[in-house]
């Protein structure tokens, strides 16, 4: 079985400052992995992915994410954080084997960032 | 916007009744999955269509139903809503390719009382 931990209910980040949500990951397998951010009562917002290659992946709004196989983790990072960038994320995962789509998500990451 | 589009946005049902959401793929995307968000916690996976056909499904019982149309629309219906139930409903699409990402609608927010 597949499953994702957001070990961090809230994140509180002043703006400017960088920002890191974590995420750990358990699959078999290799894994594809996806940050999506919701903001309230909307539907979710794809960021970024990892398939395979570079361990550092580069998404939507600035947002990196780093993936880390020995640590079986993928980290959220931006350099600078907005007031904007406030809003709910979650990472998620699916195998790489695997005839359809089922992903997994964490319980998600409130990201808060102080003016 | 995504281009996934899902109807209504708010509805309101009394437990028994039945309840019938729809989903409009975004253009080009052929495979549809369905998640059921209650509050405070991640989307949980309902089941996945491709070619009109159900090809995978995730812990829900057989009162979580749904169809895909020849354009790849799709519906989610539900039989003999209980409370628990109430929750935003996600439509995604996607290519039937695995290293791509699925674009989510607004989804439908269910409030069953």
């Known amino acids: ?115 | 916007e995504t281009g996934v589009t899902q109807s209504p946005t708010h509805l309101i049902k009394t437990r028994g009744q039945q309840v019938t959401l729809r989903c409009s793929s975004q253009s080009g995307h052929n495979t549809v999955s369905w998640y059921q968000q209650a509050l405070g916690q991640g989307p949980q996976f309902i089941f996945q269509y491709y070619r009109e056909e159900e090809n995978g499904r995730g812990n829900f019982p057989p009162r979580f139903s749904g169809l895909q149309f020849p354009n790849y629309s799709s519906e989610l219906n539900v039989n003999a809503l209980e409370l628990d139930d109430s929750a935003l409903y996600l439509c995604a699409s996607s290519l039937a390719t695995r290293n791509t990402e699925a674009f989510f609608g607004q989804g439908t927010r269910l409030t069953v009382v």
């Open chain 1, 1 to 115: 079985a597949q499953s994702v931990a957001q070990p961090e209910d809230q994140v509180n980040v002043a703006e400017g400052n960088p920002l890191t949500v974590k995420c750990t990951y358990s699959v078999s397998g290799n894994p594809y992995l996806f940050w999506y951010v919701q903001y309230p009562n909307r539907g979710l917002q794809f960021l970024l992915k990892y398939i395979t290659g570079d361990n550092l992946v580069k998404g939507s709004y600035g947002f990196e994410a780093e993936f880390n196989k020995s640590q079986t983790s993928f980290h959220l990072k931006k350099p600078s954080a907005l007031v904007s960038d406030s809003a709910l994320y979650f990472c998620a995962v699916r195998p790489f084997e695997g005839g359809y789509q089922k992903v997994t998500f964490g319980t998600g990451t409130k990201l808060q960032v102080i003016p």
